[in-house]
């Protein structure tokens, strides 16, 4: 009942720019928190950012100066602009949900660990 679709992946040389988008689709009415996660080969996936709802920010130290999370105006999407780009950049970049409230039938339902499908960032040096 709930969907992230995420876009704006590619090849990038070091130094470029990046920008991601998810959408979440459904019923929803409000998400408490949206972020984006990567992984690179041979790695678990790492934290890169999160935004709340009252868009409180975090960043993983690797990113900070560099990457920017932000919500749409309509709240069901994320985006994150990635600036100055490094190889080590490079990995599998996955939307995620937490908090998210929509309705299923007539009932008000919350989801948590909400991923989309992950798009490819790859950074050249």
Do not use: H
């Amino acid at each position: 009942q709930v969907t992230l679709v995420e876009s704006g992946g590619g090849l990038v040389q070091a130094g470029g720019s990046l920008r991601l988008s998810c959408a979440a689709a459904g019923r929803i009415f409000s998400i408490d928190a949206m972020g984006w996660y990567r992984q690179a080969p041979g790695k678990q996936r790492e934290l890169v950012a999160v935004i709340t709802i009252g868009r409180s920010t975090n960043y993983a130290d690797s990113v900070k100066g560099r990457f920017t999370i932000s919500r749409g105006g309509g709240k069901n999407t994320v985006y994150l602009q990635m600036n100055s780009l490094k190889p080590e950049d490079t990995g599998v970049y996955y939307c995620n949900a937490n908090g998210v409230k929509y309705y299923n039938g007539d009932s008000a339902m919350t989801l948590n660990g909400s991923w989309g499908q992950g798009t490819q960032v790859t950074v050249s040096s």
